[in-house]
């Protein structure tokens, strides 16, 4: 299996731009995850996603984050309007169960100027 | 208290010695505990998970569980260079997967 994989690997935008990150989980994978990871804040979970269905978003940071599951090979997170906060290292995961261990996507860097 | 803590270092040891990293975490009820390296520009991946109390093995590194006292600690043994990585332990926490902020591990030659 390829793994999960996450499109781009590298986006540098200006503020206020849309930002769309893509990934495709590991096939046969119920649960998809995303996110964010900084020196100052570590790695937080923004949302995940059983069989589709978004479970939990409390943690994605304010509106202007969105995240959608459209079927089980593809999700996106989408940042519009993105400011130079948001810079920061976007990680997508899968896992069978969501209690077990999770398979992370390479990354996606992203810098906002 | 954060829901999982850890050291996060640096922790420099050196080579052929015992890197002993540890984490605590919040939630009495949390049944599975996991550990990830991550290299630096690098995603976590997993080293070890652990369920029950006690220790397990896996090659150099023992991961030890320890539920009363909420403490799961991973040791590695005769430590290499190429183990010098973040450390992320991870507990699911109400079902949900909970990571700490990592311990920096630098093995020196």
């Keep these: 299996d390829a793994g999960v994989i996450q499109s781009p690997r590298h986006e540098v935008t200006e503020m206020g731009q849309e930002v769309t990150l893509r990934c495709k989980p590991i096939s046969g994978h119920n649960s998809l995850f995303w996110y964010r990871q900084t020196m100052m804040r570590g790695l937080e979970l923004l949302i995940?996603?059983?069989?589709?269905?978004?479970?939990?978003?409390?943690?994605?940071?304010?509106?202007?984050?969105?995240?959608?599951?459209?079927?089980?090979?593809?999700?996106t997170l989408k940042i519009q309007p993105s400011e130079p906060r948001d810079s920061a290292v976007y990680f997508c995961a899968s896992t069978i169960d969501r209690r077990g261990t999770q398979y992370f996507g390479p990354g996606t860097r992203l810098l906002v100027l | 208290q954060k829901e999982v803590e850890q050291n996060s270092g640096p922790l420099s040891v050196p080579e052929g010695a015992i890197a002993s990293l540890n984490c605590t975490y919040s939630d009495r009820v949390s049944q599975s505990f996991f550990w990830y390296r991550q290299y630096s520009g690098k995603s976590p991946e997993l080293i070890m998970s652990i369920y029950s109390n006690g220790d397990k093995e896996d090659g150099r590194f023992t991961a030890q569980l320890n539920k009363a006292s909420q403490y799961v600690s991973l040791l590695i043994r005769d430590s290499q260079p190429s183990d010098s990585a973040t450390y992320l332990c991870a507990v699911n926490i109400k079902d949900d997967m909970r990571f700490g902020a990592g311990t920096r591990l630098t093995v020196k030659p």
């Design chain 1, 48 to 75: 995940y996603f059983n069989n589709n269905v978004p479970i939990d978003d409390s943690g994605m940071p304010e509106d202007r984050f969105s995240a959608k599951m459209p079927n089980a090979s593809f999700s």
